[in-house]
């Protein structure tokens, strides 16, 4: 069984920065990709950012040059540092990772609870 653990979350007002963080713990041989999701209410779920077991990275075009993803391998843990915060980035992120539970063959997705970000004055 795999766990995503997410946190850093909350309120922050237009342009500050919050980092989010997701580590995998449990049972698995290796994560081909972790990234991160969004879902804002009535709207639909959207990757935002993820990056691969090889550095490979995608943005969502509505945060390039604000966010960025980074991995840490060896602690199984990735993070997203969100700066200049937009009241239209409000939207609960939801953490996901691509994992080799038993062997290299096939992975499969997991999800984390979900942390909420709110930006408001």
């Known amino acids: 069984q795999v766990q995503l653990v997410e946190s850093g979350g909350g309120l922050v007002q237009p342009g500050g920065s919050l980092r989010l963080s997701c580590a995998a713990s449990?049972?698995?041989?290796?994560?081909?990709?972790m990234g991160w999701y969004r879902q804002a209410p009535e709207k639909q779920r959207e990757l935002v950012a993820s990056?691969?077991?090889?550095?490979?990275?995608y943005y969502v075009d509505a945060v390039k040059g604000r966010f960025t993803i980074t991995r840490d391998n060896a602690k199984n843990t990735v993070y997203l540092q969100m700066n200049s915060l937009k009241p239209e980035d409000t939207a609960v992120y939801y953490c996901?990772?691509?994992?080799?539970?038993?062997?290299?063959?096939?992975?499969?997705?997991?999800w984390g609870q979900g942390t909420q970000v709110t930006v408001s004055s």
């Open positions: 449990g049972s698995f041989v290796g994560i081909l990709a």
């Open positions: 996901n990772s691509a994992v080799y539970a038993s062997s290299f063959l096939h992975a499969y997705d997991y």
């Open positions: 990056i691969t077991s090889n550095g490979r990275i």
